[in-house]
């Protein structure tokens, strides 16, 4: 891993745990399984982008379900990832589209 990636890894670990130790996230069981599925498979692949895009969705989809409850460490956790998130999508679609654009 390069060392750009391995930092980018880190720090969202970092953030990713920082939720998850939160005393209202650890309330709620499902939320948690979320970022340990999301933590997981960053620690595994490496893949911060990817991540970041299929974490943000996962978290928007769970507050749909809980905005009575939506704890703000989720919140804060949702806006330190979604430039990644974003920019990992624009690219995807980008991707996708090449082949009919050109």
Same mark, same amino acid.
């Given at each position: 891993?390069?060392a750009?990636?391995?930092?980018k890894?880190?720090q969202?670990?970092? !953030?990713?745990?920082?939720?998850y130790?939160d005393a209202?996230v650890?309330? #709620?069981?499902?939320?948690q399984q979320?970022l %340990? $599925?999301?933590?997981?498979?960053?620690d595994k692949?490496?893949?911060?982008?990817?991540v970041a895009?299929?974490l943000?969705?996962a978290?928007a989809?769970?507050?749909w !379900?809980?905005?009575?409850?939506?704890?703000a460490?989720a919140v804060v956790l #949702?806006?330190q990832?979604?430039?990644l998130? %974003? $920019?990992?999508?624009?690219?995807?679609?980008?991707?996708m589209l090449?082949?009919?654009?050109f």
């Amino acid at each position: 891993m390069r060392a750009k990636q391995q930092v980018k890894v880190t720090q969202m670990l970092d !953030q990713i745990s920082a939720a998850y130790g939160d005393a209202v996230v650890k309330q #709620q069981p499902a939320l948690q399984q979320i970022l %340990l $599925k999301a933590a997981t498979q960053l620690d595994k692949t490496g893949d911060y982008q990817l991540v970041a895009a299929k974490l943000c969705k996962a978290l928007a989809l769970y507050y749909w !379900q809980h905005q009575q409850d939506f704890p703000a460490a989720a919140v804060v956790l #949702q806006q330190q990832i979604k430039g990644l998130a %974003l $920019k990992y999508d624009a690219t995807a679609a980008a991707a996708m589209l090449l082949p009919i654009w050109f």
